[in-house]
């Protein structure tokens, strides 16, 4: 019953949010055209629901020549690729906001799975395990606020399952606090590869 409120919360609340936010999103538009060569917008192919494909919107923070298909915290050197604004907006998780297009259009949720690669074959078959490819993936979730970049793909999936197996509008509110939070202490964002990702 709670996923069907679910979708309608999502929708009317990131329509809003997108209203409201959008003189915003403007100005940041504006400033990553204005600083550094290439689109405003980064356009990647992740999975969503039942592992099928969409594609995910965030503001461009990394150079155009950067890798496009390989997670940012796998990358040696990525902040070599990362401009000066993008270091702002991927550590205020800014970036993010033109997902709200991607929830009003029915790819994502607001809480839920963070969207994987398409190529994060590792990551799609440990959700697999918990049913965790099988909801809406999400602008925030359990994993993100429990230490983002930080967790090894085994803990994310297992974050990610309990989730799916708890959804509620309590945890969903919850986890929506949890993520002001950790936004504000710019909590969990790693930048380049380290060696216990896995």
Request: positive net charge.
């Amino acid at each position: 019953m709670y996923l069907k409120i679910k979708r309608a919360l999502d929708f009317t609340l990131s329509l809003v949010a997108l209203v409201a936010l959008s003189p915003v999103m403007g100005i940041l538009a504006l400033i990553v055209k204005l600083t550094s060569p290439g689109p405003v917008l980064f356009t990647q192919k992740r999975v969503g629901i039942h592992k099928r494909y969409f594609t995910i919107y965030k503001f461009r923070t990394m150079r155009t020549d950067a890798p496009k298909d390989k997670a940012t915290h796998l990358l040696k050197n990525a902040k070599s690729y990362i401009t000066p604004v993008g270091r702002f907006l991927r550590k205020s998780s800014l970036d993010e906001l033109p997902q709200l297009v991607n929830i009003i259009r029915g790819d994502m949720a607001i809480v839920g799975p963070r969207p994987a690669l398409y190529n994060q074959y590792d990551l799609i078959a440990e959700r697999d395990k918990y049913g965790a490819n099988d909801v809406l993936p999400g602008l925030t979730g359990l994993a993100q606020v429990d230490g983002r970049d930080e967790l090894p793909i085994k803990e994310k999936a297992k974050r990610d399952g309990y989730y799916c197996q708890n959804i509620s509008f309590a945890l969903d509110v919850k986890l929506i606090a949890r993520t002001f939070l950790s936004v504000i202490r710019f909590k969990g964002v790693v930048e380049g590869a380290r060696e216990d990702k896995r």
